[in-house]
């Protein structure tokens, strides 16, 4: 079985700050992990995804991740964070065969102070 | 562009109608799925089809049904039995590993 976690479902920083999302996970098989962004009444959008290979994944929009297995966690970073950034971040986890459904986390506010 | 199309943006249902939410891709994606998202419980599950006239259940199926004739299509029937449909419901798909494409929605209302 597989789940995913996020903690806080509301963070708010300040525009420039760091930004950090939390998510772990759960997993009996080795994971795949995604990051999603949602904007209002828009469908979800990828921004990153760990499929095995490197632990440190760059994604798009300046947002990174590093997958730690040690702590089966998989959070979301940005060094310095834009108005633009205002979203819910969902994220996602699944084995690795290409038609495996995905398990969603609850999902985090993010909003950015100016 | 290849993409997934989901039809209406916005849908009223009255009490006791069946509507359905039209999920078209030109993806060539074998495996399509159908979530609702309510606020503040994420995405859940409906129904999931991996092959065409092939569908499985998901956590959520009571009140909804769906097709897949086509590899393109896979429309999601929300029946009368669904006591609470006002929501919205988003479309996805999925083939390799890049996890999953999503339409951009249908926000369902009962009036």
């Known amino acids: 079985a597989q789940s995913v976690t996020q903690l806080g479902s509301h963070v708010s920083v300040s525009e420039g700050a760091l930004v950090l999302l939390r998510c772990n996970y759960s997993?009996?098989?080795?994971?795949?992990l995604f990051w999603y962004v949602q904007y209002p009444n828009q469908g979800l959008q990828l921004l990153l995804k760990?499929?095995?290979?490197?632990?440190l994944v760059k994604g798009i929009n300046g947002f990174e991740a590093e997958f730690k297995k040690s702590e089966t966690s998989f959070h979301l970073t940005k060094p310095s964070a834009h108005m633009s950034d205002a979203a819910e971040y969902f994220c996602?986890?699944?084995?690795?065969?290409?038609?495996?459904?995905?398990?969603f986390g609850t999902g985090t506010l993010l909003a950015v102070q100016p | 562009d290849g993409g997934i199309t989901q039809s209406p943006k916005y849908l009223f249902r009255k009490e006791g109608q069946n509507v359905t939410l039209s999920c078209e891709q030109n993806?060539?994606?074998?495996?399509m799925y159908w979530y609702r998202q309510d606020p503040g419980q994420g995405l859940r599950l409906i129904y999931y089809?991996?092959?065409?006239?092939?569908?499985q259940k998901g956590d959520i199926a009571e009140g909804y049904s769906v097709s897949r004739e086509k590899k393109e299509s896979f429309p999601l029937t929300v029946t009368s039995a669904q006591k609470n449909p006002t929501a919205f419901y988003l479309c996805?798909?999925?083939?390799?590993?890049?996890?999953?494409?999503f339409g951009s929605g249908t926000r369902l209302t009962v009036v």
């Open positions: 996805a798909s999925r083939s390799g590993y890049d996890g999953y494409t």
């Open positions: 997993s009996s098989v080795p994971p795949y």
């Open positions: 760990y499929t095995s290979a490197a632990t």
């Open positions: 996602a986890v699944s084995g690795s065969g290409a038609t495996n459904k995905l398990i």
């Open positions: 993806l060539n994606h074998d495996a």
């Open positions: 089809s991996q092959i065409v006239n092939d569908f």
